[in-house]
T-cell receptor, first 112, second 112 residues
Framework: DSGVTQTPKHLITATGQRVTLRCSPR?????VYWYQQSLDQGLQFLIQ???????AKGNILERFSAQQFPDLHSELNLSSLELGDSALYFC???????????FGSGTQLSVL | GENVEQHPSTLSVQEGDSAVIKCTYS??????FPWYKQELGKRPQLIID?????GEKKDQRIAVTLNKTAKHFSLHITETQPEDSAVYFC???????????FGTGTRLLVSP
């Protein structure tokens, strides 16, 4: 167990809908990262937050947004969902000054 | 751009053989290079990492080498076992560890 908690584990929804994925980092970790992994694809960096502030952005679509709350948990919001958004979404966290990322178990999103 | 190339995409070896996976990165300022192992349906897990001030690091049967001049790093697994079968991802930091960009992954299959 990495100490990073993601909910829900599975999410099935329809095109056009909006969903929220939740991540709780390891205790004490200030940084949260979101990655998307499509079938047989690599890990695509979406966005990073540090202590509530956006730090870096990757290939995140405008339909997607994220935030990190004062208690350091993070949410990834996906709207106007398309079939191609079906993927495994991972959250990871790291400690202050630490480079090692610890991944959660992921949320498997299926858009039908 | 911020790019990490990884080869090969698939690698099949016999139990007991060695396996080598190679990655190149685009930013000469990158300074942290982790390797993650992802078993089917599970989270990526850090197996070894190296920083830019070190040329080689070893941990039991796995080792990583770094050639900063060539912007190239490699993962070496010796005496492979069937439980080494998984997808392996290399990664490199960009923008002073604001982003950790992953390679496309290598599917390693170790046959008994």
């Amino acid at each position: 167990d990495s100490g990073v908690t993601q909910t829900p584990k599975h999410l099935i929804t329809a095109t056009g809908q909006r969903v929220t994925l939740r991540c709780s980092p390891r205790s004490g970790d200030l940084s949260v990262y979101w990655y998307q992994q499509s079938l047989d694809q690599g890990l695509q960096f979406l966005i990073q937050y540090y202590n509530g502030e956006e730090r870096a952005k990757g290939n995140i679509l405008e339909r997607f947004s994220a935030q990190q709350f004062p208690d350091l948990h993070s949410e990834l919001n996906l709207s106007s969902l398309e079939l191609g958004d079906s993927a495994l979404y991972f959250c990871a966290s790291s400690g202050q000054g630490e480079e090692k990322l610890f991944f959660g178990s992921g949320t498997q999103l299926s858009v039908l | 751009g911020e790019n990490v190339e990884q080869h090969p995409s698939t690698l099949s070896v016999q139990e007991g053989d060695s396996a080598v996976i190679k990655c190149t990165y685009s930013d000469s300022a990158s300074n942290y290079f982790p390797w993650y192992k992802q078993e089917l349906g599970k989270r990526p897990q850090l197996i070894i990492d190296i920083r830019s001030n070190v040329g080689e690091k070893k941990d039991q049967r796995i080792a990583v080498t770094l050639n900063k001049t060539a912007k190239h790093f490699s993962l070496h697994i010796t005496e492979t076992q069937p439980e080494d079968s998984a997808v392996y991802f290399c990664a490199a930091t960009f923008r002073g560890f604001q982003k950790l960009v992953f390679g496309t992954g290598t599917r390693l299959l170790v046959s008994p």
